[in-house]
C-alpha cells in the first residue's frame, strides 16, 4: 500500500509568481485536504477535496485554489505569491470523513 | 471559537519517564481528538485518537485521556525513550465539517537518555 506523496519536495520561487503542488492520495483514499504549516506553528487548513468538488475551506484567500482529479489526486495552486506564503505544505487524505494520513509536505520558499 | 490551545510548549523527560502534553478546546462540537508526532522534515503521522464517547483509549505507550466536562484531553507516552523526541500536535474536528482539523502549536518533547 503506497502512502500519501507530494512533489516537490522544495520549491524556490519569488514574489508575484505562480507555483503548483501536487499530491497522490493513499490508496483507497477518495479525499484530499491541505494544510499550510509555517516554521514552529501547528498546520492551518486551506480546503479540502472531496470527489473533485471543494468541501470546505478555512481563512485563506481566493488565490489559493485546488483541484482534485478522478484518481484523487490533488493539486494546489497559490497566485501571485506573497513573503508570507513561505511555509510546508501538507497533503492529507483520507476515506470520506476518517482518519488523516499526512504525507511529507512541500517546503516553499517565497523570495 | 475554534480554537485548540496546547500546552507546555516544549518539554524535557529522562529516558523511562512520563511525558504529559495537554490540550484545551472551545467549541463543544468537536467530536474527533487526534494527536500527531513529527519530526523534522517531515509530515504528521496519526499517533492516536479518540471521541467523547469514552474517556480514555491506550495504543502501546500512548494513551489519551479525555475529560469532556473540562472540554481537556492530554497524551501520555509512557516509558519515554529517546526516540520519542519529535513535535507533537494535538487537533479537534467536527464531522459536519468534513474532518477539517484544528491543530494545537504543537509541544516540543526531548527525551534525554
Known amino acids: 500500500e503506497t502512502g500519501v506523496t507530494q512533489s516537490p519536495t522544495h520549491l524556490i520561487k519569488t514574489r508575484g509568481q505562480q507555483v503548483t503542488l501536487r499530491c497522490s492520495s493513499q490508496s483507497g483514499h477518495n479525499?484530499?485536504?491541505?494544510?499550510q504549516q509555517a516554521l514552529g506553528q501547528g498546520p492551518q487548513f486551506i480546503f479540502q477535496y472531496y470527489r473533485e468538488e471543494e468541501n470546505g475551506r478555512g481563512n485563506f484567500p481566493p488565490r489559493f485554489s485546488g483541484l482534485q482529479f478522478p484518481n484523487y489526486s490533488s493539486e494546489l495552486n497559490v497566485n501571485a505569491l506573497e513573503l508570507d506564503d513561505s511555509a510546508l505544505y501538507l497533503c492529507a487524505s483520507s476515506f470520506a470523513r476518517n482518519e488523516q494520513f499526512f504525507g511529507p509536505g512541500t517546503r516553499l520558499t517565497v523570495l | 471559537q475554534q480554537q485548540v490551545k496546547q500546552s507546555p510548549q516544549s518539554l524535557i523527560v529522562q529516558k523511562g519517564g512520563i511525558s504529559i502534553i495537554n490540550c484545551a478546546y472551545e467549541n463543544t462540537a468537536f467530536d474527533y481528538f487526534p494527536w500527531y508526532q513529527q519530526f523534522p522534515g517531515k509530515g504528521p503521522?496519526?499517533?492516536?485518537?479518540?471521541?467523547?464517547?469514552?474517556?480514555?483509549?491506550?495504543?502501546?505507550?500512548?494513551?489519551?485521556?479525555f475529560n469532556k466536562s473540562a472540554k481537556q484531553f492530554s497524551l501520555h507516552i509512557m516509558d519515554s525513550q529517546p526516540g520519542d523526541s519529535a513535535t507533537y500536535f494535538c487537533a479537534a474536528s467536527m464531522d459536519n465539517q468534513g474532518g477539517k482539523l484544528?491543530?494545537?502549536?504543537?509541544?516540543?518533547?526531548?527525551?534525554?537518555?
Open chain 1, 31 to 35: 479525499t484530499v485536504s491541505w494544510y
Open chain 2, 45 to 65: 503521522a496519526l499517533l492516536i485518537a479518540i471521541r467523547p464517547d469514552v474517556s480514555e483509549k491506550k495504543e502501546g505507550r500512548f494513551t489519551i485521556s
Open chain 2, 102 to 113: 484544528i491543530f494545537g502549536q504543537g509541544t516540543e518533547l526531548s527525551v534525554k537518555p
